[in-house]
């Protein structure tokens, strides 16, 4: 059997179903020459399991998981979610079925071992994860505790979600400095986030993907168009793309590195789900959701919020966001013509409007124009103050629930 790479220095977690279980992976690892590693018993979904300890530090973690028990995948993911990018996660299951294991590559799990364990294959797997993930990590510098990833969804085109985005990272830019914001635009097939700022387009993420492995927060920085305001921006390709040429392993290394690298990470999704959307809202630490007050894009919407409850994401923190709304007297919102009051929208979507910018076409429209700062064009300064606070509060909400305990105190 061939023994892990290092592994003196390999150390790592065990949560088994059962004894037996226990049993067999510590006689593997053991055989393998790992000796500082551990194995308990319980089950992924027990209240109050505590996996890691405060502080710990391991190169890998092996999860028992019962791939048809809903609360346990939802369970993973929030380990996923918390620890993904810092150590090799390698599933074993008594029932790998090929949907089961197709859920778990959408996750971002690749190494699965099958039960009962074979020594051989437990020591295979736990070779390619963590090689893999020092591959992958970026140590040039440690994460950033404080960045935040906000991925927008839309519902429905032209709805000015890639302008509400820019011009929020403008914002951003503008009250927490430069060089702390970047926009991923992930819509391969009609990005537009740079044409918005005027930015010529150097590399996008399926240049970076040529290279996935190698990908760090250097590397980035250097695919990364920059605008004076001090938003950098990773343009979407010249030219269309299939959605299925994105790999899942390129979306996490990109947003791994923008985390390490900024501090507000926005990033444009495509219409459509793909196959990696739900990949890239797992890493996300909150959605905001589109709309307008119309009757097709508040029923969108609602899809939206179904396939996310659907997808097992509804642990995400949602928030909705009404574009070009029209406003009447003191700025209050009206119905438009054809269209459908917050309050109506607020029963079809079963939820509040969390926050509404008005329908200022002519600012917005000059600063799509001239690749601008809607606070730099006439009319728009209070438009752009409108989305800057708006977004701003979506931050600050996210990065509370995200942040340590010990930091709330």
């Known amino acids: 059997m061939e023994p892990l790479a290092t592994s003196r220095e390999v150390d790592g977690v065990a949560l088994l179903r059962s004894p037996e279980t226990k049993a067999a992976v510590t006689d593997a690892l053991k055989a393998a020459g790992i000796t500082t590693a551990r194995a308990i018993v319980g089950e992924l979904k027990q209240p109050g399991l505590r996996i890691i300890g405060p502080g710990a530090r391991h190169q890998f973690l ?9 609360s346990e995948i939802a369970a993973l993911e929030k380990v996923i979610k918390k620890h993904g990018h810092e150590m ?7 029932n790998p079925t090929v949907e089961g294991c197709r859920l778990l590559m959408r996750l971002g799990i690749v190494e699965v071992v099958p039960q009962p364990i074979q020594s051989k294959d437990l020591v295979q797997a736990l070779n390619m994860a ?10 040039s510098r440690p ?11 839309k519902a429905g085109g032209g709805l000015g979600t890639t302008a509400l985005i820019v011009q929020a990272a403008c914002a951003l830019a503008r009250d927490k400095g430069k060089s702390q914001v970047c926009v991923l635009d992930f819509d391969v097939q009609f990005g537009s986030a740079a044409l918005y700022l005027d930015l010529p387009q150097k590399l996008s993420l399926l240049d970076l993907m040529q290279s996935v492995d190698q990908v760090d927060g250097s590397m980035l920085r250097d695919a990364m168009a920059h605008h004076r305001c001090g938003v950098d921006v990773l343009a979407a390709p010249l030219l269309v793309h299939p959605l299925d040429a994105v790999s899942l392993d390129s979306v996490n290394a990109v947003i791994d590195a923008a985390r390490r690298e900024y501090r507000y990470v926005l990033i ?15 890493a996300s630490d909150g959605v905001a959701l ?3 007050l119309t009757v097709p894009a508040v029923r969108q919407a609602r899809r939206q919020i179904d396939t996310l409850l659907e997808e097992g994401l509804n642990y995400l923190p949602l928030s909705t966001i009404a574009n070009r ?15 459908v009051t917050a309050k109506e929208a607020e029963a079809v979507l079963k939820r509040q ?12 429209f000059k600063a799509i124009s001239l690749g601008q700062p809607l606070w730099e064009v006439s009319g728009g300064r209070s438009t752009s103050r409108r989305i800057g606070q708006a977004i701003g509060k979506i931050m600050a909400s996210v990065e509370a629930i995200h942040a340590p305990a010990a930091a709330r105190k």
């Open 290 to 292: 589109v709309l307008q």
């Open 325 to 339: 709304v029209e406003t009447g007297m003191f700025n209050r919102p009206k119905k438009p013509d054809g269209g």
């Open 62 to 70: 092996l999860l028992d998981v019962n791939l048809e028990d809903g």
């Open 130 to 139: 963590v090689e893999r993930q020092r591959r992958t990590a970026d140590t």
């Open 88 to 94: 090799a996660i390698v599933v074993t299951s008594a």
């Open 353 to 364: 409007i969390d926050y509404t910018v008005p329908n200022d076409f002519q600012p917005m």
């Open 143 to 153: 994460p950033t505790p404080q960045s935040v990833v906000l991925s927008f969804l």
């Open 268 to 282: 444009d999704l495509p219409q459509a789900w793909t196959g990696w959307t739900r990949g890239v809202l797992n």
